[in-house]
Antibody
Framework: QVQLVQSGAEVKKPGASVKVSCKASGYTFTNYGISWVRQAPGQGLEWMGWISAYNGKTKYGQNFEGRVTMTTDTSTGTAYMELRSLRSDDTAVYYC????????????WGQGTLVTVSS | DIVMTQTPLSSPVTLGQPASISCRSSQSLVHSDGDTYLSWLQKRPGQPPRLLIYKISNRFSGVPDRFSGSGAGTDFTLKISRVEAEDVGVYYCMQSSHFPLTFGGGTKVEIK
């Protein structure tokens, strides 16, 4: 069965960076992409960007361009999202999702990683 | 960016009664390949989003048939034929026809 397992909760200070991992299993990793989505407390879902696990091509949301880097390690089937220059309003639960642009879209989701930014 | 507008913001429903959520996009979601990549997701507190419907009307694996999707172009609807207690949560429409992917603001379904 398809599973995406994310790394654990993080607490960071303003200005720091965080790197969240998303380990995929149950499917051929390079046949799909990975989207990253976040949800701040009391807010809706916000798309951060996408990476192709096939060739590493990325698309980032405008709100994150220059501050986020998404990568994959095809040898381990793991995707990573690094967010730099953290601010308090980056406090959110971060999700990875398998992305099937040809059919079912964001079909399988990781369990979420809480990132808290606080001085 | 494509703006996704959902109505209503909140939908109090009696158990066993239907619920309907609308989603309107600021421009057509028809992709150059002819398909329309409009999805509906369910978000329960403390849980990750769950895909219910993709490409307007296709139920994802394991989704009960009381959930259905319809629409075309810029106007879409999610219907729950008979609301059950486990359906409580926030529902989001999402478009993946064009970058950046965008979500509606969410509709909270709660029991009266």
């Amino acid at each position: 069965q398809v599973q995406l397992v994310q790394s654990g909760a993080e607490v960071k200070k303003p200005g720091a960076s965080v790197k969240v991992s998303c380990k995929a299993s149950g499917y051929t990793f390079t046949n799909y992409g990975i989207s990253w989505v976040r949800q701040a407390p009391g807010q809706g879902l916000e798309w951060m960007g996408w990476i192709s696990a096939y060739n590493g091509k990325t698309k980032y949301g405008q709100n994150f361009e220059g501050r986020v880097t998404m990568t994959t390690d095809t040898s381990t089937g793991t995707a990573y999202m690094e967010l730099r220059s953290l601010r308090s309003d980056d406090t959110a639960v971060y999700y990875c999702a398998r992305e099937d642009f040809d059919d079912s879209g964001s079909d399988y989701w990781g369990q979420g990683t809480l990132v808290t930014v606080s001085s | 960016d494509i703006v996704m507008t959902q109505t209503p913001l909140s939908s109090p429903v009696t158990l066993g009664q239907p619920a309907s959520i609308s989603c309107r996009s600021s421009q057509s979601l028809v992709h150059s390949d002819g398909d329309t990549y409009l999805s509906w997701l369910q978000k329960r507190p403390g849980q990750p989003p769950r895909l219910l419907i993709y490409k307007i009307s296709n139920r994802f694996s394991g989704v009960p048939d009381r959930f259905s999707g319809s629409g075309a172009g810029t106007d879409f609807t999610l219907k729950i034929s008979r609301v059950e207690a486990e359906d409580v949560g926030v529902y989001y429409c999402m478009q993946s026809s064009h970058f950046p992917l965008t979500f509606g603001g969410g509709t909270k379904v709660e029991i009266k």
